[in-house]
Every structure is written in structure tokens, then in C-alpha cells.
């Protein structure tokens, strides 16, 4: 079966850009949610999703958007990116909103 | 905010021995997921655990759940240089927002394994 799929897997911009992410969670699971790991940290949660709606958000900026579509996959947005927005971002899927999460490989985002 | 602390960040040792990675919180978690983390890919599950005092074993990893739910622990026997990689803990939380619910993962730093032949 396969897992978590997520594009592109780099990707450069330049400060002030917009980036899309795009996640495809685990056939039958409805739920989505957005990390981003910063080198040497631990993940940081963003969003979560589920049955397309948002349902939970963390401590990010305005400038992060997400939205899920009615085949659970998933768009992460940025807006105006600025050099701290260099990291890896994964997507995870689950099948509802609170059981264990599955990871996807990410998402390695640079910014110039 | 939801804190989980992890120790050590650093673990370097030689193939045989055995070692024991820790996560603490001051707050109760509703399970505790281990995942594994090779460099610029996606954390991998290893086990997840939701009882307190819960004991699971994954082969030579051994993890267990603290009695109050705060607090786990990743013991590793006889470690392999397969073995090397970031492990990471990570708590979840079912929060409450706008009369809806979610799941949502506080992680620890990570500790950093290098398993010398």
C-alpha cells in the first residue's frame, strides 16, 4: 500500500515568493496535518485538517494557508516566504483527526 | 504550550551496547508515539503507546509509557550500526477549538544516535 506522498521534494525560492506544497495522505485516511522541522529540532505542528475543514492551527503566521480537498489530499500555502521559512515540511495523514499519525518523506523547502 | 524534553540530544557508543533515550513533560499525554528519522526524509512510526505503564517491545527497542502518562522512555539492547539515525518522541494532545476537536503531536528535540562498528 502506499504511504504519505508528497511534492515537490526541493524547492528554491526567493524571499518575498509563494510556494504551494501538496500532500496525498494514506488511501482512507481523512484527516491531514502539517509539520515544519527546522534543522536540528523536532517538528513543529501548523495544521490539521479533517474532512476538509480546518480543525486545528499552531503558532504560525498569517502567511501559512492550508486547504483539503474532497480526495483528502492536501495544499500547503506560503506566502511572502522569508529566509526562516528554510525547512523540511512534512505532511502527515491519519485516519480521523486524533489517531497516530503516519509521515510522508517531506517537503525540503530553501529560501534565498 | 505542551513542552516535551528529551535526553540526551547526543548519543555516540560501539556496537553491543545498550542504551536508554528519555522524554519528560509536566503534562499528561493522551498517547506517546516513537519515530525514527533518517537525514531529509519523513519521521518513520516505531511504536505507539497509550496506556500508562505500558511495556512494548519492537524487537531489540524496548518503550515504555510512564504510570501518570508524563513521561517515556526507548531502551535499546545490543545496538547495531543499523541502529543509527534521529529518534524522536512525540506527545498527543487532543485540543478543542471552535466546538470541533484535533490531534495534534508536541515533540522533543530528538537524540541524534551514532552507532560506532
Known amino acids: 500500500d502506499a504511504g504519505v506522498t508528497q511534492s515537490p521534494t526541493h524547492l528554491i525560492k526567493t524571499r518575498g515568493q509563494h510556494v504551494t506544497l501538496r500532500c496525498s495522505p494514506i488511501?482512507?485516511?481523512?484527516?491531514v496535518s502539517w509539520y515544519q522541522q527546522v534543522l536540528g529540532q523536532g517538528p513543529q505542528f501548523i495544521f490539521q485538517y479533517y474532512e476538509k475543514e480546518e480543525r486545528g492551527r499552531g503558532n504560525f503566521p498569517d502567511r501559512f494557508s492550508a486547504r483539503q480537498f474532497p480526495n483528502y489530499s492536501s495544499e500547503l500555502n506560503v506566502n511572502a516566504l522569508l529566509l526562516g521559512d528554510s525547512a523540511l515540511y512534512l505532511c502527515?495523514?491519519?485516519?480521523?483527526?486524533?489517531?497516530?499519525?503516519?509521515f510522508g518523506p517531506g517537503t525540503r523547502l530553501l529560501v534565498l | 504550550t505542551q513542552l516535551l524534553e528529551q535526553s540526551p540530544q547526543f548519543l555516540s557508543i560501539q556496537e553491543g551496547e545498550n542504551l536508554t533515550v528519555y522524554c519528560n513533560s509536566s503534562s499528561v499525554f493522551s498517547s506517546l508515539q516513537w519515530y525514527r528519522q533518517e537525514p531529509g526524509e519523513g519521521p518513520v512510526l516505531l511504536v505507539t503507546?497509550?496506556?500508562?505503564?505500558e511495556v512494548k517491545k519492537l524487537k531489540r527497542l524496548t518503550f515504555q509509557f510512564g504510570d501518570a502518562r508524563k513521561d517515556s522512555s526507548l531502551h535499546i539492547t545490543a545496538a547495531q550500526p543499523g541502529d543509527t539515525g534521529l529518534y524522536l518522541c512525540?506527545?498527543?494532545?487532543?485540543?478543542?477549538?471552535?466546538?470541533?476537536?484535533?490531534?495534534?503531536?508536541?515533540f522533543g528535540q530528538g537524540t541524534i544516535l551514532t552507532v560506532h562498528p
Open positions: 503507546v497509550v496506556t500508562g505503564g
Open positions: 502527515a495523514s491519519s485516519l480521523f483527526q486524533e489517531e497516530t499519525q503516519y
Open positions: 488511501s482512507g485516511h481523512k484527516s
Open positions: 512525540a506527545g498527543a494532545q487532543i485540543s478543542r477549538a471552535r466546538g470541533t476537536s484535533y490531534g495534534k503531536l508536541t
